[in-house]
């Protein structure tokens, strides 16, 4: 009987979507997997995630243990992957979304926050939302895992905090969500709510394996989402939402849908654009939609990167 070693960050939530891909590989395949944590730089580093570059710091840390082959596979969550190859690393699997929504958390809904409440995030791209959709709001950037960031909420530091639904499922924190925000209202980021699998690349077999949880449909979907995050040379930390949607891939009419958006940090000014495409060609529909906020002006939005408040 094989035993897999999957590599796998030791927060509550990295462990949760871990074991859940571990626990699903093992029904489908007959493997047994077995855990192995690791410490990456994004967990022990205090500065904001947007200072230390934002790209891969959860990730590399992984990648260097399929390298050496301390592990065999890692899980991150895909919207933490840098849009780049890298070398010796195949994505051998994309695992089903979750819920790829955003989540206000906090006592109250977004509309019912007292004029001036202060929310934290660290992410540009909610902050350039959040201040779009309340110009009032007074927007701090934080830090730290999701627990730590509610209890700033509990504690009366902050009014609410927006953190990724799907994560706090993960965690088991839904308690904490007062609303859940619609795409129409917040873009996710490219990749919210997916898991991404990956191993060494030049171990065929393994790759082989590990498709099996492979979801077609959410990897189209976010190979469109992310395609407009490379083209338009941006990071996890450009204030960039994309959100792709994929109906009924086994058919020849299926259809992908993308809407991407790219706003300044202000909140003043937002361009959001849609686009559609067989599944087969996401990379060239995301690619078009980046031409199109290109062309509208996306560039000098991006660049205003400061996050902290006005
Ligand atoms: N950058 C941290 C991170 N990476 C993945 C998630 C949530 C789970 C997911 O999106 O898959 C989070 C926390 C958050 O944004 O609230």
Redesign the pocket.
């Known amino acids: 009987m094989t035993t897999l070693r999957l590599g796998t960050r030791k927060s509550l939530?990295a462990t949760t979507?871990s074991r859940h891909v571990a626990d699903v590989l093992e029904e489908r395949t007959g493997v047994t997997v077995e855990l192995v944590g690791v410490t990456t730089e994004?967990d022990v580093s205090r500065a904001h995630?947007a200072q230390i570059g934002g790209t891969g710091v959860?990730v590399s840390a992984l990648r260097d243990r399929l390298l050496s082959g301390e592990v065999d596979f890692a899980v991150h969550?895909?919207?933490?992957l840098p849009t780049g190859p890298a070398e010796g690393i195949a994505l051998a699997a994309v695992y089903r979304r979750?819920d790829?929504r955003?989540a206000l958390c906090g006592p109250a809904k977004l509309a019912d926050l007292p004029r001036g409440a202060t929310v934290g995030t660290?992410?540009p791209r909610r902050v350039a939302q959040l201040r779009a959709l309340r110009g009032d709001l007074n927007v701090v950037p934080i830090r730290g895992n999701?627990d730590t960031?509610l209890r700033k909420v509990t504690d009366g530091e902050l009014d609410a905090v927006?953190?990724?639904y799907?994560?706090?499922g993960?965690i088991g924190r839904l308690d904490a969500v007062a609303e859940v925000l619609d795409p129409e209202q917040m873009l996710?980021?490219p990749?919210?709510?997916?898991?991404a699998i990956e191993c060494r690349s030049d171990r065929a077999d393994l790759v082989e394996l590990l498709r099996t949880v492979d979801d077609p449909a959410t990897r189209a979907a976010v190979t469109a989402e992310r395609t407009v995050l490379a083209a338009l040379e941006a990071g996890?930390a450009a204030p960039v939402g994309a959100y792709a949607t994929v109906e009924d891939t086994a058919d020849v009419e299926s259809s992908l849908y993308l809407t991407a958006c790219v706003a300044s940090i202000d909140g003043a000014r937002q361009v959001r654009l849609s686009a559609s495409g067989h599944p087969e060609r996401a990379e060239e529909v995301g690619r078009e939609l980046a031409a199109r906020l290109f062309a509208q002006g996306a560039d000098q939005l991006m660049g205003e990167r400061d996050i902290e408040p006005r």
Request: contains cysteine; aromatic residues 4%.
């Open positions: 939530m979507q994004g995630l959860f969550s895909l919207k933490d979750d790829p955003d660290g992410s999701a960031r927006v953190l990724a799907a994560g706090l993960r996710p980021a990749g919210q709510g997916a898991l996890c």
